[in-house]
């Protein structure tokens, strides 16, 4: 279905962003997956060519482009053509953007030429280990001492977390008010700052993922994102934009894969004719068409709302329901057109499968996105009886 949002300038971009994916990035893959991490050097790359935070002021290096039609092309080429480990839109749209918005002075002169450039790889820590989506039940803390925080604790499933080079951490700095929590940028060679293991997981495998330790690490008020009681408002003013770019690369996941399986039930022959002649075949593609072009729809009437600064936080909870379900719903009927070819991880799709679970959970689980739209419609269970 023709996608109407973009313009001759949106096209454009996509033409440069595919040949950089296909020329830089697609021969990485394996050795990502391999590793374990995305290489540095492909963050510098995107920051050569411009990639990284594209709203970013031209003072920092950014192009002060502040549209997230660009951001919206940029991760559907990287998943489609690379992998979706590649946490880029981490980094540009769901990190910087603290720093950007709450950021002192010298913290934004310091730290946004290098997220623009890719020196600096950013990430943000807000789970405890003990409190998963709930951040009211948060046991990280900060106290004040001086003009400095300092900070305790232990943050798990940090995406970046081996690579990054500065993290943005969630704290309770108030124990007598349940949503009083700062934002800190932690930085690479603070003392007290330390790193676990990379986690081993289901999925993503190119995507590092760790625990950060907090030991008494002590952050200087330049690096204290705006007041340090309102981070819980600062975080749900964002995780709408966050949910965005999650549901922006699972439509991108899903369609990746229908493309994969397009071509593989093309050549692919069972009992003298094609996969893709039987009536079984052919129905679930046109059953998965329709349900991907609707939900893309959906997305991208979002993206336009983002770029309005209309986008709000139940309509954006369910869009990452929507897309994340689709794209879960896609990918395991994919497996199945591919029959045996399917499980085997020389073919993309049975990575794609392990990769995908993981949407309906990160960002604010699925569960949560519908809590999220139930209390907009009214329905608060802690308000009724």
């Keep these: 279905m023709p996608r109407t949002i973009f313009e001759e300038e949106h096209e454009q971009f996509r033409d440069t962003a595919r040949r950089w994916v296909a020329d830089v990035l697609a021969p990485k893959v394996e050795s990502w997956r391999a590793n374990g991490e995305v290489d540095r050097e492909s963050f510098l790359s995107a920051g050569e060519n411009g990639f990284l935070c594209l709203w970013a002021d031209e003072a920092y290096g950014g192009a002060g482009i502040r549209d997230y039609r660009f951001d919206q092309v940029l991760q559907e080429e990287v998943v489609r053509g690379a992998d979706p480990g590649f946490y880029q839109n981490l980094h540009s749209q769901i990190v910087a953007p603290y720093i950007d918005r709450f950021g002192s002075q010298a913290l934004k002169d310091r730290l946004m030429p290098g997220a623009v450039s890719g020196e600096t790889i950013l990430a943000i820590a ?5 409190a998963g989506s709930d951040l009211s039940g948060m046991k990280t803390k ?5 003009d400095d925080w300092v900070l305790s604790g232990a943050k798990t499933y940090i995406s970046n977390g081996i690579i990054a080079d500065a993290v943005v951490v969630a704290a309770r700095t108030n124990p007598e008010k349940s949503h009083a929590i700062g934002l800190f940028v932690v930085e690479t060679g603070m003392q007290g700052f330390a790193r676990g293991q990379r986690l081993k997981k289901t999925g993503l495998d190119a995507q590092d993922t760790a625990e950060l330790f907090f030991d008494e690490v002590r952050v200087p008020a330049e690096n204290v994102l705006g007041d340090p009681e309102k981070g819980f408002a600062y975080m749900s003013e964002l995780l709408a934009t966050e949910r965005l770019m999650v549901a922006i690369g699972s439509m991108a996941h899903a369609q990746a894969a229908f493309d994969e399986t397009m071509a593989y039930i093309t050549e692919r022959r069972a009992f003298g004719r094609p996969v893709g002649a039987f009536q079984e075949s052919r129905f679930a593609m046109a059953r998965m068409r329709t349900e ?3 939900a893309q729809c959906f997305t991208d009437d979002c993206v336009m709302l983002a770029n309005d600064g209309r986008l709000s936080p139940e309509v954006a909870a369910e869009v990452k329901q929507v897309t994340t379900d689709l794209e879960n719903r896609v990918i395991d009927r994919c497996v199945q057109l591919h029959g045996g070819a399917g499980f085997m991880d020389e073919y993309r799709v049975s990575r794609m499968y392990r990769d995908a679970r993981v949407s309906r959970i990160f960002a604010g689980s699925n569960e949560i996105m ?5 209390r907009g419609l009214g329905f608060d ?5």
């Design 370 to 374: 519908k809590e999220i739209v139930a």
């Design 142 to 146: 900060a106290r004040q001492d001086g």
């Design 126 to 130: 807000m789970t405890d280990p003990s």
């Design 381 to 385: 269970a802690r308000k009724m009886s």
């Design 292 to 294: 991907i072009d609707i």
